[in-house]
């Protein structure tokens, strides 16, 4: 008979307190103290370095505020539209926005700013190099632009342990070298890689091990060359 895992609860909610700053604070800072209406926020960098993050506190805060909130993701089917009680518009990778996502986007700057409403973005580079239209690109970089880091392999690892005391569940210097030199240093991939292995070794009555943590992902045939290693 196969162990079924407890349900731990849902995880937390993005918030500026649980963010890992990092080389990020001047970014944490600016959205953590920002008064709306404000000039747009733009954050950049790549996968895993907080930017939905912070998209996702913001949003939190305002909304614990009692205000409401859109959230435009470049995938979302058209049309965008601005609803009038809206305090706070996010816009998120907008490097994946095609020709009708930049002209409801556009829409949406003009409309926030004939309305007063603040509007926040982000994607993996600046915005002189989006692939977007001028225009959208200009109102991208007209207000705070924010370039953000990943974490650096001591403070990844930091968390990462911080995660497994929090789960109660023992880390490895072993298991931890193997996380860290073979996949993303990507701080939600690796969470969301913890998280499997959490279960999975609930589920097989095991601790976690390097060889443990191979059988899973064997067993999803996820595991990487042997020979890979990634970095930052």
Request: with cysteine.
């Amino acid at each position: 008979m196969k162990q079924i895992p407890l349900a731990i609860g849902p995880e937390p909610l993005p918030t500026f307190e649980n963010f890992l700053t990092g080389a990020n604070a001047a970014a944490l800072s600016h959205l953590a103290a920002l008064v709306s209406p404000a000039a747009p926020v733009y954050l950049w960098g790549p996968a895993g370095c907080g930017k939905t993050h912070l998209l996702r506190a913001l949003v939190a805060r305002s909304q614990a505020a009692g205000q409401t909130v859109g959230w435009f993701d470049a995938t979302d089917a058209q049309p965008w539209v601005l609803a009038p009680e809206w305090a706070l518009v996010v816009i998120d990778r907008c490097e994946r926005l095609d020709a009708q996502a930049q002209h409801a986007a556009f829409a949406l700057f003009i409309e926030a700013a004939t309305h007063g409403v603040q509007v926040a973005a982000a994607g993996r580079v600046p915005p002189v190099d989006l692939p977007l239209r001028d225009d959208l690109r200009t109102r991208l970089a007209w207000g705070h632009v924010f370039a953000l880091e990943p974490l650096s392999e001591a403070e990844t690892r930091a968390a990462l342990r911080r995660e497994g005391d929090h789960r109660g569940i023992f880390l490895s210097d072993e298991v931890m070298d193997h996380l860290l030199t073979r996949f993303p240093r990507d701080l939600a991939h690796l969470m969301g890689l913890l998280d499997r292995l959490d279960e999975f070794a609930l589920a097989k009555a095991r601790r976690i091990t390097v060889p443990l943590l191979r059988q899973m992902l064997a067993e999803e045939g996820t595991e990487p060359a042997r020979d890979e290693v990634r970095s930052a």
